[in-house]
């Protein structure tokens, strides 16, 4: 069984983010620290409220090889795609949970049989955010090129591990909510949008013990011994100016786009039968968002797809490497004001 949890927060971000959305003061703190740091105007404010929701994950990751001019390319994926979850939000604080669907079950047989493990821990202040991810799959199959007509190579022992963290500084704040368009714990009332700077770094491994390349595509594309790459690492620190927009529409419904294109220094290494090599490079990197869906005061519903998830194109030997996780999302949910504290009646008699 594969999961993913989200914890918001931590220690040393709370006392980042937490000075600029303090709601609650008494009166004898609001000249210091105003209670409204953003304009009503564009946004409702929900973060006092449980936000609960109920959500569908469909996961795209594939991995893929050109190791030579004698084959166009060579298709890894995952036989574990698609998990349904949980997850509730108050103030910046969240948490989930997602499992494998038991209604949606591939062959293990054809594509063989893989684990995952998934973790999420972010954080979303007004005006900074953060993001912290783990995700690891062990067991793959090659889906491009097969062994006879739907019958595939499979890796059992393959492993892809990601580790990752990114803060996002929004510039327009005021106006512009990054929750209302990613966890719905508040509403953007009107249009707007900001400009966003995304630092980020990333770390990668891809190892198979008997080697990523089966003897069978070896042989059958003539490919050369200096091919057969055991394992590799990435390390990749980046920053990614971008611009995102909310449009508003209908009143409770919008579309949120977001687009990152950055630069990056990569460092890998690798090992095949001549031994360790490394490679420093410059890379581009370009990722993306789009959301849509319809929010109120109660209830919400959405859809979202993200594309250049944790993508690490790159050289190893004479290898090109390029891995990518596409995220397609699916969500329905409501507040709850859980939290409020009853007040006492006097009854008279």
């Known amino acids: 069984m594969s999961f993913k949890l989200w914890i918001a927060g931590a220690v040393l971000y709370l006392t980042i983010i937490t000075p600029n959305d303090t709601e609650g003061q008494s009166a004898g703190e609001v000249h210091q620290q105003p209670a409204v740091t953003f304009d009503t105007m564009y946004i409702s404010d929900y973060t006092h409220l449980l936000t609960a929701r109920l959500f569908l994950l469909f996961e795209n990751a594939s991995l893929l090889i050109h190791p030579s001019d004698n084959i166009s390319k060579i298709v890894y994926q995952p036989n574990a795609n698609l998990r349904i979850g949980f997850a509730g939000f108050w103030k910046w604080f969240g948490i989930g949970l997602s499992v494998d669907n038991p209604f949606y079950k591939t062959d293990p047989v054809r594509f063989g049989t893989t684990t995952t493990l998934d973790l999420r821990v972010n954080a979303f202040g007004r005006r900074l955010a953060g993001e912290f991810f783990y995700q690891q799959y062990k067991g793959l199959y090659i889906s491009t090129p097969e062994i006879a007509d739907d019958i595939h190579y499979i890796l059992p022992d393959m492993r892809i591990l990601s580790v ?155 290898a090109l490497f390029n891995y990518d996780v596409a995220q397609f999302r699916f969500w329905g949910g409501t507040r709850f004001d859980v939290f409020r504290k009853k007040k006492k009646v006097a009854v008279a008699y």
């Open 164 to 318: 990752g963290i990114s803060g996002y500084w929004i510039y327009n704040s005021a106006r512009f909510s990054i929750r209302a368009a990613f966890i719905q714990n508040e509403r953007q009332k009107k249009s707007a949008g900001s400009f966003v700077v995304r630092p980020s770094f990333l770390y990668n491994l891809i190892s198979s013990d008997n080697g990523i390349i089966p003897p069978g595509i070896i042989a059958n594309y003539n490919l050369p011994s200096s091919s057969q790459i055991s394992g590799g690492t990435f390390y990749c620190l980046g920053i990614s100016p971008g611009y995102i927009y909310t449009l508003v529409f209908l009143k409770n419904f919008s579309c949120t786009a977001v687009v990152f294109p950055g630069i990056a220094a990569q460092f890998s290494t690798f090992n095949n039968e001549t031994g360790k090599q490394t490679n420093t490079e410059i890379i581009f990197q370009l990722s993306g968002w789009f959301t849509l869906g319809y929010n109120s005061d109660k209830w919400f519903l959405g859809a979202s797809v993200q594309e250049g998830f944790n993508d690490i194109p790159n050289k190893l030997n004479e």
